[in-house]
């Protein structure tokens, strides 16, 4: 495999990862505020909240598909083949 193929992929799943977690707390921020409106101790999300989980999401998803691209330009079928885990 090319070393700066290698590079780039390595470098797109660890951003593809910063921006899985960043959703994941961003989605974890809304659930505990829809829970504690629910609990009437609170208001629900923000639409800031909203919008920051949409965003990350969208990143995520971006970035998933730069890596599944780089991923089949370089046959690495285990990435290329990898199930979505945005939805």
Same mark, same amino acid.
């Given at each position: 495999? *090319?070393? @700066? =193929?290698?590079?780039?992929? #390595?470098?797109?799943? +660890? !951003?593809?990862? #910063? +921006?899985?977690?960043? $959703? /994941? =707390? @961003?989605? *974890? $921020?809304?659930?505990? @505020?829809? $829970?504690?409106? =629910?609990?009437? !101790?609170?208001?629900?999300?923000? *639409?800031? *909240? ?6 990350? +999401?969208?990143? /995520?998803? +971006?970035?998933?598909? /730069?890596?599944?691209? =780089? @991923? /089949? ?15």
């Amino acid at each position: 495999m *090319d070393v @700066a =193929l290698d590079e780039e992929l #390595t470098a797109l799943e +660890a !951003a593809r990862a #910063t +921006a899985t977690r960043s $959703r /994941e =707390l @961003a989605q *974890d $921020r809304i659930v505990r @505020a829809f $829970r504690s409106q =629910l609990e009437g !101790a609170g208001p629900g999300p923000s *639409d800031a *909240d909203v919008q920051s989980f949409a965003r990350f +999401a969208l990143v /995520e998803k +971006a970035l998933q598909k /730069e890596v599944h691209g =780089l @991923a /089949e330009l370089i046959g690495l079928e285990r990435l290329a083949e990898a199930p979505e885990t945005v939805q």
